[in-house]
């Protein structure tokens, strides 16, 4: 171990001593510092904030996956340049040296993010303190309470549509409605019968109402604290307008907590937030909530609305499990264990390729982890449903490429599943079991997987030849 921090201390040396890794650090120190003066948003605090810390993060994210691979360029200097000499005819393994490079690297990493973090978290309560509210109540309010804090997202659970399904089945059964199907297969003719009466649940018509309960809302119940409801509407027959009126309620009577009455306007197509205190939430920790499809407001006529409330659109109940400051550790976390994995892809290449090679390599599987969602996705938009490889030249195409890109992210991992930046803008948590899986994914196997390979190819190399 003494070994392998030696070359680690080296490595820091050299990294420090880099111009690259100067013009990195200022070019991060610009943005962080840079931008509380020149990003506003939509101009209110709650905007700025959140623009700041996107561009921020968003920006040290990528800047520091660059400078990662820079730095490899010191295993390929000391090939080069001979100076790997003096450490083979050490009693040093050549393991050794390939991790200690790996972890001077992923140190200096740490040390800047460190930095950029404490930054970033000053730099938001200075905006939070010098950036003028365009209303001084509710934009603080909002500030404080949905997003500067780490917040739990609640989804509402849904009826039992299975025995009404069950009951229909059984009715078509009865009177001979599948008889002429040859292929027809009850679990599907039951779960589209179960979709069907889901379908008709979330469409609320004028008049009626729709009742949400949530389960296990583990806030504190003060009532000087508040709970959110967010959610998105689709609104057919809506108003000239466009906004449409309703009223929700929120609290159980029969569980001893208050009832509050909220009458909303708001605008079609636009997700929304509801403010409510947190006592309505039982002390079993459930939280009961009405919809009411009709318009509060008494001196406004009413409007036969048609609203949808999708399934890809869930209605939310948001409450606070921990502070800005944690949520804004545990996301750095995420982006440590990337970049060690990035670090680990860079040792890799260089202790394979001359630096420029190595550089396109890692620079390329960079590419490739950040935007496989992307490509996988538009791989299966470009195949035709259930068509068969062999259909169409164009299929076989589209279909190999799918099959070439799957086998690469065996190996290459998703790092969209690991971008928390925009939960933490919104202020949602970014969990310890999320920080934990890209730990045990990132940098225990599949980093452990790179470096191994990495070892395994520079003991294979001669390092008495000169690469240039």
Same mark, same amino acid.
């Given at each position: 171990? $003494? ?53 921020? @993060?968003?920006?040290? $994210? ?37 991790? $200690? ?58 009826? =039992? ?54 389960? =296990? ?27 449409? #009126? ?58 036969? =609305? ?20 944690? =949520? ?65 030249? #164009? ?21 969209? #599943? ?23 994914? @990132?940098?225990? @196997? ?23």
């Amino acid at each position: 171990m $003494g070994r392998i921090w030696a070359v680690a201390r080296q490595m820091i040396a050299e990294g420090i001593r880099m111009k690259i890794a100067l013009v990195f650090v200022v070019l991060i120190a610009m943005v962080v510092l840079g931008l509380p003066f020149s990003v506003t948003g939509d101009s209110s605090l709650t905007g700025a904030v959140q623009s700041f810390m996107s561009y921020g @993060l968003a920006t040290t $994210g990528v800047l520091l996956g660059m400078l990662t691979i820079f730095m490899s360029r010191s295993v390929s200097d000391e090939l080069v340049g001979r100076q790997i000499f003096l450490l083979v005819t050490k009693p040093i393994p050549r393991w050794e040296y390939v991790v $200690g490079k790996w972890l001077g690297i992923t140190l200096l990493n740490a040390a800047f993010l460190t930095c950029a973090g404490l930054t970033i978290y000053g730099m938001v309560h200075y905006i939070k303190r010098t950036h003028p509210p365009i209303d001084e109540q509710f934009d603080a309010a909002e500030l404080n309470n949905e997003i500067l804090v780490a917040r739990h997202a609640g989804k509402a659970g849904l009826p =039992n549509f299975m025995e009404d399904a069950e009951l229909e089945f059984q009715k078509n059964l009865e009177e001979g409605l599948y008889a002429d199907q040859p292929k027809f297969d009850p679990r599907e003719e039951k779960k589209r019968l179960t979709q069907k009466y889901e379908a008709r649940w979330r469409v609320v018509g004028p008049g009626d109402g729709r009742v949400f309960e949530f389960e =296990n809302i583990l806030c504190d119940r003060s009532p000087d604290n508040t709970i959110q409801l967010r959610y998105k509407a689709d609104v057919s027959q809506y108003p000239p307008d466009e906004i449409y #009126r309703a009223a929700w309620q929120f609290g159980d009577a029969y569980k001893g907590t208050p009832t509050y009455q909220v009458p909303t306007r708001h605008m079609q197509g636009r997700y929304h937030t509801i403010r409510v205190p947190a006592d309505a939430v039982a002390p079993d920790h459930t939280l009961l909530v009405r919809f009411y499809n009709y318009n509060p407001y008494q001196d406004e006529a009413p409007w036969p =609305n048609v609203i949808e409330f999708r399934a890809s659109e869930p209605v939310e109940v948001l409450f606070t499990v921990g502070s800005f400051g944690g =949520n804004l550790f545990r996301l750095l976390l995420l982006m440590l264990c990337k970049l060690m994995f990035l670090a680990g892809v860079a040792m890799l290449a260089v202790t394979v390729f001359s630096f420029p090679v190595a550089c396109l390599t890692a620079f390329t599987v960079y590419v490739l982890a950040g935007s496989r969602g992307f490509i996988i996705d538009s791989l299966d938009l470009a195949s035709v449903d259930k068509a068969n490889m062999f259909s169409s030249l #164009r299929e076989f195409a589209v279909q190999s490429i799918l099959l070439v890109f799957r086998g690469i992210y065996w190996v290459v991992p998703d790092f969209g #599943r690991y971008d928390a930046v925009e939960d933490l803008v919104n202020g949602r948590n970014v969990s310890l079991v999320w920080v934990l899986q890209a730990v045990t994914e @990132l940098a225990l @196997l599949k980093t452990v997987i790179i470096l191994g390979l990495a070892i395994l190819f520079f003991y294979r190399r001669e390092v008495a030849e000169v690469s240039v």
